[in-house]
């Protein structure tokens, strides 16, 4: 389970190399898409990872905290709760990745043509796991007060 907060990003350390379907590629022809349900609204979010390092036994990605968008991997993790996550490997044969709503799918399943070298194909799934958000510290939807404690004699009186 990756744990992560509402104003914060979420960092994702993941094994996608034992996984990787598209092996006839380098690994930074490989990108990440995720897909973020919320388990309570069952809001759906997709976002590309940023800042991805992959290392012979985990990669390590990022979602960052903000406006929804897939291309620049932002996401608004409100309400706070559970989340699903899939991870999706997406491969270019070209010899650069670019991530714009013309060379890179926005779904698992979107297929963009004219099919080309320079444009990402989903491959699959490749993981598939739970996400806790929990709110900010001061911003909890349930917050407590704590009054000290009284000086004097408190009398209760039935009538």
Known sequence: MIH????????????TEEKRIDTSV????IRYLFKLTNDMSENVVYAYGQGQSVNDRYTKV????????VYTGTVNF????????????VS????SVVLSDTTAPKTETEVLT???NTKGVVKGSIEKGKLNVAEAS????VQYTEHSAPT????IYVS
């Open 4 to 15: 992560a907060t509402t104003d914060s990003n979420a960092t994702f350390i993941v094994t």
């Open 138 to 141: 001061g911003s909890e939807e």
């Open 114 to 116: 004219p099919v080309a």
């Open 152 to 155: 004097g004699t408190n009398y």
């Open 92 to 95: 270019w044969q070209g010899s």
């Open 78 to 89: 409100s309400p706070s709760g559970y989340w699903t996550y899939e991870i999706f490997e």
């Open 62 to 69: 990022e979602i960052l905290s903000g406006a929804n968008s």
């Open 26 to 29: 380098p690994s930074s022809q």
